[in-house]
């Protein structure tokens, strides 16, 4: 709460009405007795005066607390002077008007409306109030109005001629306490917003300097002080050019020109300076810049490279997915808000829709976005390849693990996100693994018997309609209501061919091709189913573009791109009983599993489906 200390020159006739909190009143106070009093208000608490304007000068001299000055106005004076005439019955008289010389009043536009011959005096020190009064004596006066002080000095000196007290309205006391406190309260706030100001850039990782529009640093933080190995009292308040030594900071503020990456020297390391100027109404008014260490920002890009050499970086985001179909605008609208929590999500779509493109674009989305992204495909790996590389392995699990053994995924992904791609394709002893890691948020490496705690955010993918594996009892119930908290379905290409055009659109500028050959792909392109999807059309675009550059007129593509030099699946063979030619059990099975890979034109994961195993167990049959 603010504490006032209000200096009033009278006594207060109504002292009820100043009921404010943290307002003190101090009566009869003129430039004689109120220095004594205003030096001790800080120590006791005070946080600013109010006081009339013939002692705001004693008062400066003593205290440096703010102040508010009330001086008599048109009204006060009127009154004074009519209380001579119906209290005192002083009419027709000479009257003298001592004030201090900060008082502004005309004395012309009050002697129409009072019966006494009024001449004002004016003062700014006590010799001069003495001075004043003599001249009052000789020159015959009748009364003399006057504040405190001058009251206080009459008595002193003995003078004949009576004096009588200003008035002061007490409603001006109430609105300068009322004032005085607005202006403690927005100081207060100032200092408030300018320290969190200073907080927030003392919480930068670069240094920050700001100047005026002559170049004198105004701002600064921290690490500038580190930088600069001074304090900031030392760096504030002298110019740019002499904290740094670079005389080109100048034309900045003075010409408002913007350096980027400016490389200067400090000491004994670089440093990579951006400036810009600060320009209010067209103006330069002052200039801020920045310090980043040569040698932090190479750190930072070579664990940047080994991140992403490790594949624990999500590189897309929302804004890089291109479409302009209302059923996509839909499944990213929901994908942002899916986004915005830390449930599991489940996306499910054919292969080559985009499902790692959006898992990434989600986490970079999410308050994960500073931790690590790692995917896994799960249909790539045998079991238990599988579960050291989920689960990581302890030194001497199993022959060739490496010495101190290697942490899981589940262990990389601590703080971000683990993105399981082909979910579907997990075995049984997987799946119910996964499910006690989802449940208990912890982990035991191949061969160790220590449960590490790990935070990880699943956003699973499946190319396979996950609650058809589970009728059909081929993926767990349980896990699958784990995994599928924030279920997202990605259109195939086919049910969204509004995005065709700008999908090649997107691919030729890429490839930086002439775009002329847009239009002819494009119509080439909407006669096609595209089975691969996104990833298809990629394909076809780029071969294209590489036949157009070559002198191939795209009139002369082939018309659908499953002839454009796509090998062609073999003919389904969806008629005729399955032969096999007699041999040992592992040749048989091989041969069976082929063909039945061959009827459904190569695709492992539904040949899996129809021998009811998994993809893996389809793979390891083919091999010789």
Partial sequence: MNKVAVFWPNRLLHPELVDLPGVRVYENMGALNAPETAAGLKEAGFHAVVCTGGIEATVRQVTDLPMYVVTSGYIDLLESLHQLEGKYGIVGGKVALLLHSSNPIQLSRLTPFVRNDVTKFVFSSRDEVVRAQRQIVEQGFDAIVTGPTGLTLTRELGLKVPAYPVLYSEESLLEAARQINRVLDAARQKDLRAKQVQAAIDAAPNAILATDDQGIVNLCNRRATEILSAAQETVLNRSILEVLGDPAWRQVYAEGATQREVLVRLGDADYFSTRMPIIRQGRVIGSV??????????????????????????????????????????????????????????????????????????????????????????????????????????????????????????????????????????????????????????????????????????????????????????????????????????????????DLLPLIEHFVQRRGADRGCVQPLYRNAVSYGWPGNIRELENYVWRSVVLYEQGVAPDALPEGPERGGLPAPAPPEESGALQVAPGTLAEMERDLVAQVVRRLGGNRTRAAKALGVTRNTVSSKLRP
């Fill in 289 to 498: 810049g920045t310090l980043q260490e040569v040698e932090r920002i190479q750190a930072m890009e070579r664990k940047l490279r080994t991140l992403r050499a490790r594949g624990l970086t999500a590189q897309y985001r929302f804004e890089d997915i291109v479409f302009q179909s209302e059923r996509m605008e839909r499944v990213l609208r929901q994908a942002r808000v899916y986004a915005a929590t830390d449930l599991t999500v489940l996306i499910e779509g054919e292969t080559g829709t985009g499902k790692e493109m959006v898992a990434q674009s989600i986490h970079n989305e999410s308050s994960r976005r500073g931790g690590p992204f790692v995917a896994i495909n799960c249909a790539a790996l045998t079991e238990t390849l599988l579960e050291s590389e989920l689960m990581g392995y302890e030194e001497g699990a199993f022959t060739g693990a490496k010495k101190g053994g290697k942490p899981g995924l589940f262990e990389l992904a601590h703080n971000g996100t683990l993105f399981l791609d082909e979910v579907s394709q997990l075995s049984p002893a997987m799946q119910s693994k996964l499910l006690r890691v989802i449940q208990e948020r912890t982990v035991i490496r191949v061969g160790g018997t220590r449960m590490i705690p790990v935070n990880v955010r699943i956003i699973a993918a499946s190319n396979e309609n996950l609650g058809k594996r589970v009728r059909a009892k081929l993926f767990r119930s349980d896990l699958y209501y784990r995994i599928a908290i924030l279920p997202l379905e990605l259109p195939p290409l086919r049910d969204r061919t509004e």
